[in-house]
């Protein structure tokens, strides 16, 4: 195995991985590495376990996080030697590598035939010029886009997860990431953007139900305890503290207050009604 330094270098930030080669990128202070599948495929070997990348796939390795590539014989891998203060949000978002599937199609597409030419100059002994900078800034561009589009899908899984499971007491972030296939870090990362915590939300959607089960009239003789067990609520006081929490009186309080709320309403309905009433009444008395 090769240290990636020990290959043919014919510039100062771009390198050359020759087919049936295995390299380890280990990026030092101040700089990242793009590893990007010009032709044939590769495999990683990281924190993350194993992992395939196929030819316009890339891969940044940030520092903290080396990873072994094995190089198919037949395929062609270009290295590039980028500064990682353009990339400093991809690692505070992951904790190993990451990978750009740069045959994605998005407005920063242009990324996948960016790197095809400067490969294919490269290779060929020709001068690729010096701009690692704006390449690492278009990079994050092109993950940035990725990102949103993943948290997006992240965010809706999750919130499918969480209503089909609320009654179970087990329900809990690790819950969650299991089910969604992703890292407890990401989903953090991806609940923070909607101002909120994963556990927060969990909490907040079982309340919600307990309150309009307390508002229905149906469901007025099933105790506050029963409700609350309904909704993976199991304990009678953490369920009246976390309730008064978040809506400033006890389940049984607000169930109270909320029937006197609706029988207030509809004598006052009533009320009106009966005056109507009334009124049309003298009306046609009177004609």
Same mark, same amino acid.
């Given at each position: 195995m090769l240290p990636l330094h020990e290959t043919d270098t014919a510039s100062s930030w771009v390198s050359t991985v020759q087919g049936g080669q295995s390299v380890c990128?280990?990026?030092?202070?101040?700089?990242?590495?793009?590893?990007?599948? #010009?032709?044939?495929?590769?495999? /990683?070997?990281?924190?993350?376990g194993h992992r395939e990348l196929d030819e316009?796939?890339?891969?940044?390795?940030?520092?903290?996080?080396?990873?072994?590539?094995?190089?198919?014989?037949?395929?062609?891998?270009?290295?590039?030697?980028?500064?990682?203060?353009?990339?400093?949000?991809?690692?505070?978002?992951?904790?190993?590598?990451?990978?750009?599937?740069?045959?994605?199609?998005?407005t920063v597409s242009i990324l996948g035939h960016l790197l095809c030419a400067l490969s294919e100059e490269h290779l060929n002994g020709r001068?690729?010029?010096?701009?690692?900078?704006?390449?690492?800034?278009?990079? #994050?561009?092109?993950?940035?886009?990725?990102?949103?589009?993943?948290?997006?899908?992240?965010?809706?899984?999750?919130?499918?997860? /969480?209503?089909?499971?609320?009654?179970?007491?087990?329900?809990?972030?690790?819950?969650?990431?299991?089910?969604?296939?992703?890292?407890l870090r990401t989903l953090h990362r991806v609940f923070r953007a909607q101002g909120t915590?994963?556990?927060?939300?969990?909490?907040? #959607?079982?309340?919600?139900?307990?309150?309009?089960?307390?508002?229905?009239?149906?469901?007025?003789?099933?105790?506050?305890?029963?409700?609350?067990? #309904?909704?993976?609520l199991h304990d009678p006081a953490h369920f009246s503290r976390l309730f008064k929490s978040e809506y400033g009186q006890s389940p049984g309080s607000y169930r109270r207050s909320w029937a006197q709320s609706r029988q207030s309403e509809h004598l006052a309905v009533s009320g009106a009604f009966d005056r109507r009433t009334t009124n049309v009444m003298a009306l046609a008395g009177n004609r």
């Open positions: 990128l280990h990026p030092g202070n101040g700089s990242a590495q793009l590893c990007f599948v #010009r032709s044939g495929s590769l495999s /990683i070997e990281n924190t993350d316009g796939d890339a891969l940044i390795v940030l520092e903290g996080a080396p990873a072994v590539v094995r190089v198919d014989r037949e395929a062609e891998i270009v290295v590039f030697l980028l500064p990682s203060a353009p990339l400093g949000a991809l690692q505070a978002l992951r904790d190993a590598n990451v990978v750009l599937e740069t045959r994605r199609s998005s001068s690729v010029g010096d701009f690692p900078q704006q390449l690492a800034a278009l990079v #994050r561009l092109h993950f940035q886009a990725i990102v949103h589009s993943d948290d997006s899908n992240l965010w809706t899984e999750s919130e499918q997860v /969480i209503e089909g499971a609320l009654w179970d007491p087990d329900l809990d972030p690790a819950y969650v990431a299991r089910a969604v296939h992703a890292s915590s994963l556990s927060a939300w969990i909490r907040h #959607r079982r309340l919600e139900h307990c309150r309009e089960d307390l508002e229905d009239l149906a469901m007025s003789e099933v105790s506050v305890r029963t409700i609350g067990a #309904r909704w993976g």
